[in-house]
């Protein structure tokens, strides 16, 4: 089974950078690709990257994404950290039979 | 303007049946495919399954094949996911998207999704 790892939880300032991981347990990451999404409390998911470092209309440009093919990970970036960026974030890719594959989801909080 | 607008909340026995519905707007609903995840209280999203309108091509989860149907009825832009017997493991918030967004993928990823419709299962 093709299983993607997030930690559960990172916290970071206000207008500082935090780095969200996710990392393939088996064949290669880069293979497929990853998109990411935002959950806020009480309200639905929204898309802020796919196909690895693509972002949305919308999506402020304070959000990166890219893949590191030495540690088999994609890595989701925030930068100038708000504390509406406080979500949710989950990684998906797909498997060896194209089924998306979520992370388990990382928590952010901005304080 | 795009929007997906959920049935309502449901509140069902266990055994029961229930059809969710995902009203699509602002878009030729035939030509995008259309994804629905489930979110069980507290936990992380999972993917259920795709269907694309124009020729209902569907696609299942792994976790999900033959246990939900979806479908959808071209006449009224509307996704539909539906249970023949409920469970009580099916209490989850449960979310539509389209699936609008590509540049070098094969298959496009959401750029728009439903507000979610909680699920309750309860005896």
């Known amino acids: 089974n093709f299983i993607l790892t997030q930690p559960h939880s990172v916290s970071e300032s206000p207008g500082k950078t935090v780095t969200i991981s996710c990392t393939g347990n088996?064949?290669?990451?880069?293979?497929?690709?990853v998109q990411w999404y935002q959950q806020r409390p009480g309200s639905a998911p929204t898309t802020v990257i796919y196909e690895d470092n693509q972002r949305p209309s919308g999506v402020p440009d304070r959000f990166s994404g890219s893949i590191d093919r030495s540690s088999n990970s994609a890595s989701l970036t925030i930068s100038g950290l708000k504390t509406e960026d406080e979500a949710d974030y989950y990684c998906?890719?797909?498997?060896?039979?194209?089924?998306?594959?979520f992370g388990g989801g990382t928590k952010l909080t901005v304080l | 303007e795009v929007q997906l607008v959920q049935s309502g909340a449901e509140v069902k026995k266990p055994g029961e049946s229930l059809k969710i519905s995902c009203k699509c707007s602002g878009y030729r609903f035939a030509t995008y495919w259309i994804a629905w995840v489930r979110q069980m209280p507290g936990k992380g999203l999972e993917w259920m399954g795709i269907?694309?309108?124009?020729?209902?091509?569907?696609a299942y989860g792994p976790s999900f094949e033959g246990q939900v149907t979806i479908s959808t009825d071209k006449s009224t832009s509307t996704a539909y996911l539906q249970w023949s017997s409920l469970k009580a493991s099916d209490t989850a918030m449960y979310y539509c998207?389209?699936?609008?967004?590509?540049?070098?993928?094969?298959?496009?990823?959401?750029?728009?999704w439903g507000q979610g419709t909680l699920v309750t299962v309860s005896s």
């Open positions: 269907i694309y309108p124009g020729d209902s091509d569907t």
């Open positions: 998207a389209r699936l609008g967004m590509a540049v070098a993928a094969t298959f496009p990823s959401p750029d728009f």
């Open positions: 088996s064949g290669s990451i880069a293979s497929n690709f």
């Open positions: 998906q890719s797909y498997d060896s039979s194209n089924s998306w594959v």
